[in-house]
């Protein structure tokens, strides 16, 4: 009976659970691809200037396809506030809500229309090979979706959670492919797959993703595997990580505290980011044919930036009114500041030492973005406390992107490139392997 009662007493506190994930609602589903209005297209479609947005096409099954919009048409206004471009008109539609109804004003061979607009959510992910769940976390004031995806049939499988280089982009936007095949991949092995979309990204709510800090990002990747590990279709001791690019900078924290199998990095770092990213401004300016003396006028302003941005950890305000010349220095970077200056003051030795998982570092040949030498040395570290746990790979044909390259020259080239060759997704099938390999099992659907 004494059991019974506690059940009772927290049935609301887990039926609060559940709604909360429930409440993290679908992101309005606009549906066209959409261009800034060019002198040219004023000019042919008879436009009064050049302020508003191109439908350069629409997609079938969108809220703009089921409000009859077609390719051509030029939007000028909504809710009578006037569109200047794509810049602003992205994050505007982000203001609403999916069921929300907006009366759109535009151009349609030269004459001015109005018509309205009921958003619908933006479509899920399908499988006809296995399931895929819409969930999400709570991370202190953040809430995250999470997309799982899980074999078919009964039991407890083997599990990983993918953590995401730095920037922000829309996980599950069918133009993102790196982690969706990725996914999948690991999937038809037979392994359950979260992936958590990045504060503010998404359907995820809170702080906008590139305000973030790197404390808040961590916490979101640490309360998605805490919640992994409970899913009733999750081996919780067969857990792994697999990160990409500063996403193997992040792995080993979250493997410090939460305990897993093992990790996979790709095209990270591991020592300090200040001497990493000293060593990479050089590589890359000589790459893209940068005078020496000018490399050497950059590295000299590149150096007193990060000193008193990542060793100093002066505020950006003070920062900048103390040293207006190096705002080029601080305000490039694809997260916020201080997001980086956290990174600039990690000891990632230390947590790669106290993970002491099984580990397997691979570095693609073509990769100008991060070293062979630093996935050695996460290798080393690892190894030399626990022997014969890591390995390091370098990886063929395959940059930092797993662009299907032979050179970094050539990726440097390709990432310039309006046409960018086919993927190399190798990289997908040694992980798994690998993972299998640690776990002492076979793919889903293996023979002997």
């Known amino acids: 009976m004494k059991q019974l009662r506690i059940f009772l007493m927290l049935m609301p506190l887990l039926l609060s659970q559940c709604v909360q994930a429930q409440e993290l609602k679908r992101r309005p589903f606009f549906g066209a691809r959409m261009l800034d209005v060019t002198p040219t297209q004023k000019k042919e479609l008879q436009l009064p200037n050049s302020k508003g947005v191109f439908l350069d096409r629409v997609l079938p099954n969108s809220s ?10 030029v939007l000028v206004a909504l809710n009578n506030q006037p569109i200047t471009g794509v810049q602003q008109l992205v994050p505007l539609i982000k203001t609403f809500q999916t069921g929300d109804k907006i009366k759109l004003t535009y151009y349609r061979k ?27 976390v709570k991370a202190k004031k953040n809430h995250l979706r999470t997309i799982i995806t899980k074999p078919k049939g009964k039991g407890k499988f083997p599990a990983v959670v993918i953590i995401q280089g730095v920037g922000c982009i829309n996980l599950d936007h069918p133009a993102v492919d790196f982690y969706h095949v990725l996914a999948d991949s690991l999937t038809s092995k037979g392994m359950v797959v979260m992936q958590i979309e990045k504060t ?28 992994l590990k409970k899913l009733p279709y999750v081996d919780a001791d067969q857990t792994f990580l697999f990160g990409f690019s500063m996403g193997g900078v992040i792995a080993p924290i979250i493997a410090s505290e939460i305990p897993v199998k093992g990790i996979i990095a790709y095209g990270t770092v591991g020592r300090n980011w200040a001497e990493y990213s ?40 003070e920062l900048l009114k103390k040293y207006p010349k190096l705002a080029r220095n ?15 003051s990690l000891n990632l030795a230390k947590y790669w030492i106290k993970a002491g998982v099984h580990t397997l570092v691979i ?17 080393d570290i690892v190894n030399r406390e626990s022997p014969g746990k890591a390995t390091h790979l370098e990886l063929d044909n395959s940059d930092h992107w797993l662009y299907k390259l032979g050179t970094m020259q050539e990726s440097m080239k390709n990432i310039r490139a309006s046409n960018r060759v086919g993927k190399n997704y190798a990289l997908y099938t040694i992980a798994s392997r690998w993972m299998l390999d640690v776990l002492g099992k076979k793919a889903l659907g293996a023979k002997d």
Request: proline residues 3%.
């Open 64 to 73: 703009a396809a089921e409000a009859q919009f077609k390719a051509g048409d």
């Open 110 to 136: 030269g004459k001015k229309k109005t018509q309205s607009l009921v958003f619908k959510g933006f479509p899920y992910k399908q499988s006809d090979r296995y399931e895929i769940v819409y969930s999400s």
């Open 200 to 227: 503010g990204q998404g359907d995820s709510k809170g702080t906008p993703c590139r305000e973030c800090s790197f404390e808040e990002e961590v916490e979101g990747y640490k309360k998605g595997l805490l919640a």
């Open 278 to 317: 000293m060593e990479n401004s050089r590589r890359q300016a000589e790459m893209a044919g940068t005078e020496y003396d000018q490399i050497a006028k950059n590295m000299r302003r590149k150096a007193k930036a990060l000193h008193y941005m990542m060793l100093e950890q002066m505020p950006k305000k």
């Open 330 to 344: 601080v305000n490039f970077y694809p997260q916020s500041y201080r997001y980086f200056q956290k990174v600039g």
């Open 363 to 379: 570095h693609g040949k073509a990769d100008f973005v991060s070293f062979a030498k630093d996935h050695q040395l996460i290798a």
